[in-house]
């Protein structure tokens, strides 16, 4: 589909139009009750401005994604593992001739006139780790097979923890826990100056994705070309780059950042990926109920450091993903001990999405959680309807992880190291899966919530989550919004998943 970019009209023309209902047949389709973080009204804009405009196109059959993913997902389902390809994918969900059509004649009418950099890993620090902790890899160049999507470099100018220490610690530990006999890749997003999105990657993997539902949003992901100087002034990467099999990520955003339209269009190409046989993986955040950097939500949707209302994290409320939370070995605790949820440094962020409905595979174990052991907040400053998202799904150690950065050892803590720790994991299943002509695991949420799993993870029923000024939730036996379901037991993930089809 081509982009229907136009460059045609004034805003204040626009909100003119739309605002009113009696004149217009139009309906509102989304409206933001407050600038999004980061944002302030600076004042009217100049009326003889031109602004692009572009056209969201719904996509065909996009309401039965959920349905399409457990098809292939859920145990038992005769189609486990038949995972689609690009094509199909393209072929499902492409908008209809009908839709575009439309949406032409309409315009004749009308009056209009994954690393982000610079975030980057920093190879004296790879080499440095691998000599005192790798030396089992036995491999000269300790580094991943580098992907650059939309100009995407490993930038050596700025150094220290804030540059390096993500990509570092990712690397680090994700590398070593698959060992030599698997490939990592790492795909590095956005130039020097602007960076990159989460869709500018999804846009690289998938080329539909740049222009469907109106393409990326300008006030949340990149534009390219760059023409600044130094930046990447080449088209951006549509559909250039193929995806792995497991694909984590360590960063994110608040829902609240973000519109539920953007969410949900985003959220919908996890959907994709799964249908392809990827496993997508976020780290919750390290807040507890809070959001990122400790913004809590106020009544009117504002996010500020004093609210009150706890404030979800995305992408992992998107039913799609696989959310991971954080747990630690308890100080003087040895590792064969119950870990605790995380509360050194950093707190496992989970809760209830205000955006996205339930899934069923979770249902059971939030009802459960619900029923057994209801927290006692008010309802105004959490979703308590038990039919929304709940997240994280699993978990993994998230405190004292030794990481290079920058010529020295430095102690690291983190839901940003428990999900390429559990990434590392879950490869080696498909690892032995691949081995043994089975299909990758693709999306695992269904399969990790059905009963025959119910032993393959460390339940975790002690520490919480705080923040927005309360203790948070707790971790209590079963699925809760801490650590989800548990640590993952590497033996009982892969005998599991190999008597699976
Ligand atoms: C897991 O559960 C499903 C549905 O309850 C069942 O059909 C399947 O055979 C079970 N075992 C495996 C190894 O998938
Ligand atoms: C790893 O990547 C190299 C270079 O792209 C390729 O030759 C090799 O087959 C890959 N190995 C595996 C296990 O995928
Ligand atoms: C929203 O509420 C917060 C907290 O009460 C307040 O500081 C802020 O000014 C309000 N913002 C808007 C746009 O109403
Ligand atoms: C852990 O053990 C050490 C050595 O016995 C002791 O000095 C330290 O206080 C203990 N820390 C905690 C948190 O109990
Ligand atoms: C709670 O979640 C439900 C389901 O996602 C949603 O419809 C509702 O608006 C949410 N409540 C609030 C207060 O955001
Ligand atoms: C690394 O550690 C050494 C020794 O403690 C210290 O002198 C140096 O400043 C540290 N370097 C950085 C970049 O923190
Ligand atoms: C529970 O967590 C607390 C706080 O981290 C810790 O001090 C305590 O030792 C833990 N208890 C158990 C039984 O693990």
Redesign the pocket.
């Known amino acids: 589909m081509r982009s229907l970019l136009l460059p045609l009209v004034s805003l204040a023309l626009a909100v003119v139009s739309l605002a009113d209902p009696v004149i217009s047949p139009y309906v509102l389709h989304e409206k933001r009750s407050s600038a999004p973080q980061g944002w302030s009204r600076a004042g009217k804009h100049n009326s003889a401005a031109i602004i692009p405009l572009r056209f969201a196109i719904a996509q065909s059959n996009i309401e039965n994604i959920g349905e399409y993913l457990y098809d292939i997902s859920l145990p038992g389902s005769s189609n486990y593992g038949n995972h689609w390809t690009a094509a199909e994918i393209a072929a499902k969900f492409a908008p209809s001739h009908d839709s575009v059509d439309a949406i032409r004649s309409w315009l004749m009418q009308s009056t209009f006139a994954v690393e982000y950099t610079p975030e980057a890993y920093l190879q004296s620090d790879m080499d440095l780790f691998a000599e005192k902790y790798a030396n089992i890899l036995n491999s000269a160049q300790f580094a991943p097979n580098t992907i650059s999507i939309d100009g995407g470099i490993i930038q050596t100018t700025n150094k220290?923890f804030a540059d390096n220490g993500e990509s570092n610690l990712d690397l680090q530990y994700g590398m070593t826990l698959v060992t030599s006999k698997q490939n990592v890749t790492m795909y590095q997003v956005g130039d020097i100056n602007i960076g990159a999105s989460f869709n500018n990657f999804l846009d690289a993997i998938d080329g539909s994705y740049c222009t469907f539902e109106g393409g990326d949003d300008p006030s949340q992901d990149s534009m390219y070309p760059d023409t600044q100087p130094g930046g990447y002034d080449k088209p951006q990467d549509c559909g250039t780059v193929k995806p792995a099999n497991v694909i984590t990520t360590s960063y994110g955003y608040n829902e609240a950042d973000i519109t539920p339209f953007y969410a949900a269009r985003q959220c919908a190409e996890y959907a994709k990926l799964g249908l392809m046989g990827v496993t997508v993986l976020y780290s919750s955040g390290d807040n507890g109920v809070a959001g990122n950097a400790g913004f809590c939500l106020n009544p009117n949707g504002t996010e500020t450091p004093g609210g009150k209302v706890f404030n979800p994290t995305f992408p992992g409320t998107c039913p799609y993903v696989t959310s991971v939370g954080a747990t630690q070995v308890s100080p003087n605790s040895s590792v064969l001990e119950p870990e605790s949820a995380c509360e050194q440094v950093i707190y496992s962020s989970g809760g209830f999405s205000n955006y996205f409905a339930i899934p069923d595979y979770q249902k059971d174990a939030v009802a459960s959680y619900l029923k057994n052991y209801p927290p006692s907040y008010p309802d105004s400053i959490w979703n308590s309807t038990g039919t929304s998202r709940a997240f994280p799904d699993l978990s993994a150690n998230g405190a004292n992880y030794v990481v290079a950065i920058?010529?020295?050892f430095s102690l690291v803590y983190g839901t940003s190291a428990s999900s390429p720790v559990v990434g590392a994991i879950l490869t080696m299943v498909n690892d032995a899966r691949l081995a043994t002509n089975k299909k990758p695991i693709g999306f695992i949420n269904p399969t990790i919530y059905s009963s025959n799993f119910s032993d393959a993870f460390n339940d975790i029923t002690n520490g919480s989550n705080p923040g927005c000024g309360t203790l948070g939730f707790n971790s209590t036996p079963g699925w809760d919004p801490v650590t989800g379901l548990g640590t993952p037991r590497f033996p009982k993930l892969l005998e599991y998943w190999l008597q699976m089809p």
């Open positions: 220290g920058d010529g020295n």
